[in-house]
């Protein structure tokens, strides 16, 4: 998974943060605020990270474990940012339908659709556990088919088609129809690979 840059971009969006008090940042994008009253604590589809706005630092929750990576500490940055815009609309759009999206999607389909396929195309079975694993609510689509919340305000739906002698196996994955106003489209495609890494990640335990 390609790696961002942590210098401007980060300290851009730390900026962006610091002018908001905590319990609006909180409020705002489903994390909780610990009884410090500073520090934030968001779920990632199945893990927690401890934001520490004042320090400008990120964390994760529990234990010793390695740093968190650029990737996920920029989008955990721009959602926090941006989740106060926008309520879950109940409703899915495809990649193409974001801003940008047409422009995306060779990448988006080589790093995302095409890893799914790949690792679960034979393999329905172990997604569908995965999904489980996670907590994923199962969605009535596709062969195999699951709901999983990235963050509290942005699902991402997983779908599976199965393939035959005549039919390869399929996939796509769906984005809430507000999910835009969340995140640029650029890191939409950065989450959705974020979590095709996360679900074989799990697969392999």
Known sequence: MAELTSADPTEAAW?????????ALAADSGARLLPDGRMLRLTVVDREFDIDVPAR?????EGERPAVSAHIRILILHYLAAAGQAHVANGLATFR???GGDLYYP?????????IVGTFGAAPGVLRQVGETLGAEPVNAGDVGFRVPFFPKLPIVVVLWLGDDEVSPAANVLFDANAGLVLPTEDLAVA??????RLIEVSKR
């Open 15 to 23: 900026s962006r943060l610091h002018v908001r008090a905590s319990e």
């Open 57 to 61: 630092q990120i964390t994760y929750a």
């Open 97 to 99: 339908e974001f801003e």
């Open 107 to 115: 990448a988006f389909k080589s790093r995302v659709i095409d890893r």
């Open 192 to 197: 959705a690979e974020a979590l095709v890494h």
